[in-house]
């Protein structure tokens, strides 16, 4: 069994604290910020693209981390029922950072493509109570989950910038000390 050097501990916590720190800002953007700058009533889901950017650069382990937690920030965010997407953002993330870990190329494309399907499957999520319980007809549940998709599509891009740089940096710590 591998022992951890003391810089390799220091990168892991700083590693840690940098991703607590965007979760933490992204929350207070996606609750506390854009529920006021509504756009035609819709607010854009911020924390999903956070989980599967770093699933899609770190792999399954931190996108499955981040998940419990985006999920769990999410969940507190929209008020929604205990645990739909702390247990969403937590299987997408590992699912999404198994496929990066195996298949896919990590890179821009591959986290556009993840980011639409995690939005499809938030989507879905959010409005299966409303369609199967409530008998509310799919076509306006549908244009709702187009325009709040439309609306955080945007911020795919600006994202990417934090993810990446996350993922290049833990990429480096990997390499740097040969684990």
Not at 5 to 13: E, L, N, P, Q, Y
Not at 102 to 112: K, P, Q, S
Not at 147 to 160: D, M, P, R
Request: charged share 10%; glycine share 8%; with cysteine.
């Amino acid at each position: 069994m591998k022992r951890w050097t003391f810089a390799k501990r220091r990168s892991v916590v700083i590693s840690v604290i940098l991703h607590a720190i965007l979760l933490l800002v992204v929350y207070v953007f996606q609750g506390v910020i854009f529920p006021y700058l509504r756009l035609f009533g819709f607010v854009p889901l911020l924390l999903p693209i956070v989980s599967t950017g770093v699933a899609v650069y770190e792999g399954r382990y931190a996108g499955g981390i981040t998940g419990i937690f985006a999920g769990i920030l999410c969940d507190i965010s929209f008020n929604e029922p205990a645990g739909v997407f702390t247990v969403l953002l937590t299987m997408m993330g590992l699912l999404i950072g198994m496929v990066a870990d195996t298949v896919m190329t990590r890179g821009f494309a591959t986290y556009v493509i993840s980011c639409i399907i995690v939005f499809a499957v938030s989507a879905f999520a959010q409005m299966f109570p409303l369609l199967f319980f409530a008998n509310i007809p799919p076509r306006p549940l549908i244009m709702t989950a187009v325009w709040q998709t439309a609306y955080s599509f945007v911020f795919v891009f600006i994202l990417w910038f934090f993810v990446n740089a996350l993922g290049k940096r833990a990429s480096k710590q990997l390499t740097f000390h040969g684990t």
